[in-house]
């Protein structure tokens, strides 16, 4: 990003936390951040094209700073539940401290905000994949099935959000949230686990070999199995005397 540009920015979001974006105007922006008006048309063309950088900017450096949360929690030696459940509880104060993100993830834009190009769900999957790949940056992914474990942050997000929609009067909310992230992604970690060590158990099963003499019996149907008419190990019955 140009120093030019990055200014600019900056100019706008000071503006826009004390003024609503519909009384913005562009030659206010421009000497906020020192520049010639002419400067900031060359780079944004349009208000409309400021507010959409403007969005754009205060997104990605909301998705960095989760992402970023995540991956400290991960160097210190943090399980990935945990580590995942920190992201979580940053991304609630972050929501509650800054009007763009809040509206991002929520959808509720007004006049006070410029309109974003993206839709919460798109913003939630994003951050989904920004948080994992933080998360798995060692090359391991604790399960699996990489569906069962973005499932879990997906749900653990979700969960999020709806305190960042209604919030909570309890100062341990974000807390509680964490504590249901942990125990969820424990949950489907073990749950995932059973689901191996039950596919392994049945698979050692239908290869081992079978047991020395034993003969397959009657398949159901009244059908004769291999050794039909043989005694053991297939030796032929001797006829019975009459």
Same mark, same amino acid.
């Given at each position: 990003?140009?120093?030019?540009?990055?200014?600019?920015?900056?100019?706008?979001?000071?503006?826009?936390?004390?003024?609503?974006?519909?009384?913005?105007?562009?030659? /206010?922006?421009?000497?906020?951040?020192?520049?010639?008006?002419?400067?900031?048309?060359?780079?944004?063309?349009?208000?409309?094209?400021? #507010?959409?950088?403007?969005?754009?900017?205060?997104?990605?450096?909301?998705?960095?700073?989760?992402?970023?949360?995540?991956?400290?929690?991960?160097?210190? #030696?943090?399980?990935?539940?945990?580590?995942?459940?920190?992201?979580?509880?940053?991304?609630?104060?972050?929501?509650?401290? /800054?009007?763009?993100?809040?509206?991002?993830?929520?959808?509720?834009?007004?006049?006070?905000? *410029?309109?974003?190009?993206?839709?919460? /769900?798109?913003?939630?999957?994003?951050?989904?994949?920004?948080?994992?790949?933080?998360?798995?940056?060692?090359?391991?992914?604790?399960?699996?099935?990489?569906?069962?474990?973005?499932?879990?942050?997906?749900?653990?997000?979700?969960?999020?959000?709806?305190?960042?929609?209604?919030? *909570?009067?309890?100062?341990?909310?974000?807390?509680?949230?964490?504590?249901?992230?942990?125990?969820?992604?424990?949950?489907?970690?073990?749950?995932?686990?059973?689901?191996?060590? #039950?596919?392994?158990?049945?698979?050692?099963?239908?290869?081992? *070999? *079978?047991?020395?003499?034993?003969?397959? #019996?009657?398949?159901?149907?009244?059908?004769?199995?291999?050794?039909?008419?043989?005694?053991?190990?297939?030796?032929?019955?001797?006829?019975?005397?009459?």
């Amino acid at each position: 990003m140009s120093t030019a540009r990055e200014t600019l920015l900056n100019a706008a979001q000071a503006i826009l936390e004390n003024r609503p974006w519909s009384t913005v105007r562009m030659v /206010e922006v421009a000497a906020v951040a020192g520049v010639s008006r002419q400067t900031l048309y060359n780079e944004f063309s349009s208000k409309e094209g400021l #507010g959409n950088a403007l969005v754009s900017q205060r997104v990605e450096v909301f998705v960095q700073g989760a992402a970023a949360t995540v991956a400290t929690a991960r160097r210190e #030696g943090g399980e990935p539940a945990v580590c995942w459940a920190t992201g979580v509880v940053w991304i609630l104060h972050r929501a509650r401290e /800054e009007a763009v993100v809040r509206a991002a993830l929520t959808g509720g834009w007004s006049a006070r905000l *410029p309109l974003p190009q993206f839709s919460p /769900e798109q913003l939630l999957s994003r951050l989904c994949d920004r948080m994992l790949a933080a998360l798995d940056a060692a090359g391991t992914v604790p399960l699996e099935d990489p569906r069962t474990w973005r499932r879990a942050c997906e749900a653990g997000l979700r969960l999020a959000l709806s305190y960042v929609v209604a919030p *909570p009067r309890e100062p341990e909310a974000a807390a509680r949230v964490a504590d249901v992230v942990t125990a969820l992604w424990v949950h489907l970690r073990a749950d995932e686990g059973e689901r191996r060590m #039950g596919s392994g158990a049945e698979t050692a099963r239908m290869s081992r *070999p *079978p047991e020395p003499g034993r003969i397959p #019996g009657p398949t159901r149907g009244g059908a004769q199995g291999p050794g039909a008419g043989h005694g053991r190990a297939g030796v032929p019955e001797r006829p019975r005397e009459s």
